[in-house]
């Protein structure tokens, strides 16, 4: 049994020292002490199936066996070295990831995390191409320092600080977009940035496939093929920002962006990539990646061995449990038996998502589409209360956001869609 500080202490230690913007999903907030596959348990042994993730970021399941075996194997044995000196899980993971990247992407920049691949990306865009000017989406997330807080476009995730040449294109959003599905016409802005908003010459365009932190928006489909080819014609790159949707999390495809049918000059990766091990990279063509040899780049723990070896470990479960044609086929079942809870349920307003990247938009009105953040903490309280923890997002909060670990089953489904069938029902 568990003899450790109580909730309420790791609380207050974490109000006393624990930065001051951090945020609790929960009024009661949860305090996790163990991990296994898709279940977490809290102090008291209490087991919940994680449809969160902790926001798609345990790819294989928590503690998963294989994963948590190589990666106590190689901490044994090197820890850690610089990538001054030659060492075999940097070369072995970066080997299979590129045999996962299509055409000639297949040149590894390693990072610790989302931010960091996408600063990265940008600055390798700005310097193969000389332009200063970056393209990226209204209520896209790409990190935290300031290239990526700049390339963010969400109120809640910026600081008002000088951030130069960024432009955030209409949000391609088929459920509250001025031109719904029609992701040509979308496209259009793109070329009226460029026309209006710079020189006639940009760095690159950075888009999620779909907007995770955003609230799960999928592009309008026809969307990328147009943008990529209006940026690529006046100089600039295409990057896919792969931190949530790639993987194998949209069960259709390994990545997110094959959904649209583009290939891009550069891909970004992190939260999946390790299962909880911190990881990010950036895969590009060997033509791109070039520029770097100039300037150098020095990231003392990027593609350390102990990550590395879990990004590795992580391809082979993908593979071995077929963990992308699970999250197709659960992922479907599941948004299947949520679409029909939208028909019971009047405050579903929108089912939308692929695989295991799913959302539920929760509004007080259908027709208006008005938000309704309140409802939507409530169901999330009453739904772990049950134990089911379930995340949330968007700009207004009213989003359900289900991104579990690739092994979630059917049985695991139907609890979810019956948990929450049950909280709506008494509201
Ligand atoms: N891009 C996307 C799409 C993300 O969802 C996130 C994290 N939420 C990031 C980049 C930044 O990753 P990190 O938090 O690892 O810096």
Redesign the pocket.
């Known amino acids: 049994p568990y003899d450790g500080p109580s909730a309420a202490e790791i609380l207050a230690k974490r109000q006393r020292h624990l930065n001051p913007c951090m945020t609790y999903l929960y009024t009661n907030p949860l305090y996790l002490v163990d991990g296994k596959m898709q279940y977490l348990f809290d102090e008291s042994g209490r087991r919940y199936l994680d449809a969160f993730g902790c ?2 970021t345990v790819s294989c399941g928590h503690c998963h066996p294989q994963v948590l075996e190589a990666i106590l194997n190689q901490t044994k044995k090197l820890q850690h070295t610089t990538a001054l000196y030659l060492n075999r899980p940097i070369v072995d993971f970066a080997e299979a990831l590129a045999s996962k990247t299509p055409g000639d992407l297949n040149v590894v920049f390693f990072t ?7 600063e990265l990306a940008l600055l390798i865009a700005r310097l193969h191409t000389g332009s200063h000017d970056i393209i990226s989406l209204r209520n ?5 320092a300031s290239a ?1 807080m700049a390339a963010t476009a969400q109120r809640n995730h910026k600081y008002n600080v000088v951030q130069t040449g960024i432009h955030h294109a209409l949000n391609p959003d088929p459920y509250r977009g001025i031109h719904g599905s029609d992701g040509p016409k979308y496209a259009k802005d793109v070329d009226e940035i460029i026309m209006y908003g710079t020189s006639g010459r940009i760095a690159g365009f950075i888009s ?1 496939a779909i ?3 955003g609230g799960v928006y999928e592009l309008a489909p026809g969307y990328l093929p147009e943008v990529y080819n209006s940026v690529r014609k006046v100089g600039g790159l295409c990057i896919a ?5 790639g993987f194998a999390r949209t069960g259709s495809h390994f990545w997110g962006f094959e959904a649209q049918g583009v290939v891009p000059d550069i891909i ?1 990766l ?2 999946g990539i390790g299962n909880g091990v ?1 990881l ?1 990279a950036v895969v590009t063509t060997p033509e791109i990646a070039k520029v770097m040899t100039s300037h150098g780049y020095l990231n003392t723990f990027g593609g350390n061995p102990v990550s590395t070896t879990a990004g590795l470990a992580v391809l082979k479960v993908i593979e071995n449990e077929k963990l992308q044609q699970n999250a197709s086929t659960v992922g479907t079942y599941l948004k299947n038996q949520l679409l029909d809870l939208k028909e019971k349920h009047e405050i579903i307003g929108d089912v939308r998502g692929r695989g295991f990247l799913l959302g539920i938009e929760l509004v007080t009105d259908r027709e208006l589409k008005t938000p309704a953040p309140l409802e939507t903490l409530h169901v999330m309280e009453q739904m772990r209360d049950m134990g089911v923890l379930i995340g949330k997002g968007g700009v207004h909060g009213n989003i359900f956001r289900i991104t579990p670990a690739l092994c979630f089953t059917k049985e695991d489904a139907d609890f979810l869609v019956a948990t929450m069938d049950y909280v709506m029902s008494k509201m």
């Open positions: 926001i798609a610790n995390s989302g931010t960091e691949a996408n896209g997330y790409h990190g935290n990526t999620e907007q995770g932190v920002d792969e931190v949530q949707s970004t992190a939260k911190p990010g």
